[in-house]
């Protein structure tokens, strides 16, 4: 979905993202993520949406079989900040991504007229997204969380992957089952916005989440952050919000 339409006032959050088609392996370089942020309009709900989603997958498997899309919805977080629905998409690279969206401007009016009778949309964003701990597997339904990360001055975003990189492998040995990205702004943030990148962990399974909540706060795990974060980067602490992810469709690859 490339939903054009701007009705409401932007979100603090403009960018999340998940999934393997979302992301890029490391040896393959960033990949770009976009989102929507969008509340239902009146009398519209996920019911509404998710017609109009199946709809969608079946142009995206002829129009751009490269599209992966996702449709959160929040579980955590201040809610009156947050929209409704955050519409995450994704190709393995830009080139992908810059054909598929010229087939959407081409063909795919009837669709976004589908799309805005059931979603007001008021951000579009793009980021780069790196890998940091591979999913076991295509990822699908779940659970999303996204922490707000600053840089300390004079570190580099390298430096953040390798602290990242480092603490999700401990969290991983402890028996989490996490798989993480970081996803660097790119296009449509807010001018205010004051970090600098996002850190992304997703999860099966609220069960999958909430194990891994409790290493993080009773087997060692922040500890383990404190240790390998100190001097790099500093991930606030309450930033994060958590989501359900729903899978509209995976992308060939």
């Known amino acids: 979905m490339k939903i054009t339409k701007t009705l409401l006032a932007t979100v603090a959050l403009w960018m999340l993202g998940t999934g393997s088609g979302a992301v890029a392996q490391n040896d393959a370089g960033p990949a770009p993520v976009e989102a929507f942020f969008c509340n239902f309009q009146q009398g519209k709900d996920m019911k509404d949406l998710m017609q109009v989603a199946n709809r969608f997958s079946k142009w995206a498997e002829k129009n751009d079989p490269e599209y992966s899309a996702w449709i959160l919805t929040p579980r955590f977080g201040q809610f ?111 001018a205010d916005r004051d970090f600098d990148y996002w850190s992304v962990s997703t999860f099966n399974s609220w069960n999958d989440y909430f194990a891994a909540y409790e290493l993080y706060v009773s087997g060692g795990g922040w500890q383990k952050q404190m240790e390998v974060m100190d001097d790099v980067a500093e991930c606030e602490p309450g930033s994060p919000t958590v989501w359900d992810v729903k899978l509209v469709r995976q992308g060939t690859q």
Do not use: Y
């Open 80 to 190: 009156v900040e947050l929209p409704q629905v955050v519409w995450l998409g994704s190709n393995p690279n830009g080139n992908s991504m810059g054909k598929g969206l010229d087939t959407w401007v081409e063909n795919g009016n009837d669709l976004q007229a589908e799309f805005d009778s059931v979603l007001a949309c008021g951000a579009h964003g793009l980021a780069s997204s790196v890998q940091i701990q591979a999913p076991d597997g295509p990822p699908g339904d779940g659970v999303v969380m996204f922490s707000q990360c600053e840089l300390e001055d004079d570190e580099s975003w390298m430096k953040a992957v390798e602290a990242h990189t480092q603490f999700s492998k401990t969290m991983r040995a402890l028996g989490a089952k996490n798989s993480n990205w970081l996803f660097f702004p790119m296009l449509g943030g807010p």
